[in-house]
């Protein structure tokens, strides 16, 4: 099982916080995950989740999109962040 969080303005666009998803070899890693959750949420999740420039988090580690992820892991997807 993975859970999955949401951050920030990407919670509020797809109105979910915290969701769990069943691992399989099919979400494997964050690109495939997020595929799956786009395949099962429709326009709006394509939407928010295919923009360029968001964050990835495996564990509470920023990772790369192509990450692995296993089974009990928590992903977590954030806006871009900035600095000043």
Same mark, same amino acid.
């Given at each position: 099982?993975?859970?999955?969080?949401?951050?920030?303005?990407?919670?509020?666009? #797809?109105?979910?916080? %915290?969701?769990? *998803?069943?691992?399989?070899?099919?979400?494997?890693?964050?690109? =495939?995950?997020? %595929? !799956? #959750?786009?395949? %099962? @949420? @429709?326009?709006?999740? =394509?939407?928010? #989740?295919? %923009?360029?420039?968001?964050?990835? !988090? *495996?564990?509470?580690? *920023?990772?790369?999109? @192509? !990450?692995?992820?296993?089974?009990?892991?928590?992903?977590?997807?954030?806006?871009?962040?900035?600095?000043?």
């Amino acid at each position: 099982m993975l859970t999955i969080r949401f951050f920030s303005l990407i919670r509020e666009a #797809l109105d979910v916080e %915290q969701m769990t *998803v069943l691992w399989s070899e099919d979400v494997s890693t964050v690109t =495939s995950l997020k %595929q !799956a #959750l786009i395949e %099962q @949420g @429709g326009p709006i999740w =394509s939407e928010v #989740l295919l %923009q360029s420039n968001l964050v990835y !988090a *495996v564990n509470q580690r *920023v990772v790369f999109e @192509g !990450a692995v992820v296993a089974d009990g892991d928590e992903v977590a997807f954030f806006p871009p962040m900035t600095g000043g």
